[in-house]
């Protein structure tokens, strides 16, 4: 079990540049987080999903776009990169609802770079 | 919106005493979850406690303990015997029927 795997762990963009962050889980869950945090900061909702081909906005969606199209990925796409989006991102998973299936597990994260 | 908040951006406790951090939140939804995560420098996410909101009993977890005011919406976090491991950042989190928010957290320093 390789629970939330992101990719890439570092990347250095150029401002108008554009990528996706990738995000993988093997443990079947319905609900998905992006997040980003800035240094010494905490953790902001980007987008989330609640299943394949449903997702949302959190709270600070500019500039950023998602898709859904399994279980198992989440990618969160940059589009025109820009300076205020260095930051560390963060994907999440957690089974459902609950207090057991409300725990929430993390990727590594990917340090990005805005130049 | 639901919202969360910490409103001690460090704090500082001596090695085997006792230290509390503060969380509060806000909500219109009936049925939720509470968590505290601590986050240390290898920005690895860990689950400390975790505490539902229709249940009155604190949440306890070894030296881990929550003081949850539903009326208030806080939810405190109380370290008992703190250890040099405990220092990290500390998050206050909000599941609800969909979202996942965080608080701005707190770093915790141990002093020996």
């Known amino acids: 079990n390789a629970g939330v795997t992101q990719t890439p762990k570092f990347r250095i963009l150029k401002i108008g540049q554009s990528m996706t962050l990738q995000c993988t889980q093997d443990?079947?869950?319905?609900?998905m987080y992006w997040y980003r945090q800035d240094p010494g900061m905490g953790l902001k909702l980007i987008y989330y999903?609640?299943?394949?081909?449903?997702?949302d906005k959190g709270e600070v969606p500019n500039g950023y776009n998602v898709s859904r199209s399994t279980t198992e990925d989440f990618p969160l796409r940059l589009e025109l990169a820009a300076p205020s989006q260095t930051s560390v991102y963060f994907c999440?998973?957690?089974?459902?609802?609950?207090?057991?299936?409300?725990?929430?597990?993390f990727g590594q994260g990917t340090r990005l770079t805005v130049v | 919106a639901q919202t969360v908040t910490q409103s001690q951006p460090e704090m500082s406790v001596q090695e085997a005493e006792t230290v509390t951090l503060s969380c509060t939140y806000d909500?219109?939804?009936?049925?939720?979850?509470l968590f505290w995560y601590k986050q240390p420098p290898s920005r690895q996410m860990i689950l400390v406690i975790r505490?539902?909101?229709?249940?009155?009993q604190n949440a306890t977890e070894n030296r881990f303990s929550v003081n949850f005011q539903k009326a208030a919406k806080s939810f405190s976090l109380k370290i008992s015997d703190s250890q040099l491991g405990d220092a990290a950042m500390y998050f206050c989190?909000?599941?609800?029927?969909?979202?996942?928010?965080f608080g701005t957290g707190t770093r915790l320093k141990v002093l020996a």
């Open positions: 999440a998973s957690k089974p459902g609802t609950g207090l057991l299936n409300t725990e929430a597990f």
């Open positions: 443990m079947n869950h319905n609900y």
């Open positions: 999903s609640v299943g394949a081909g449903i997702t």
């Open positions: 909500t219109s939804e009936s049925d939720y979850y």
């Open positions: 505490q539902e909101a229709y249940k009155q």
């Open positions: 989190a909000y599941a609800g029927t969909y979202k996942y928010i």
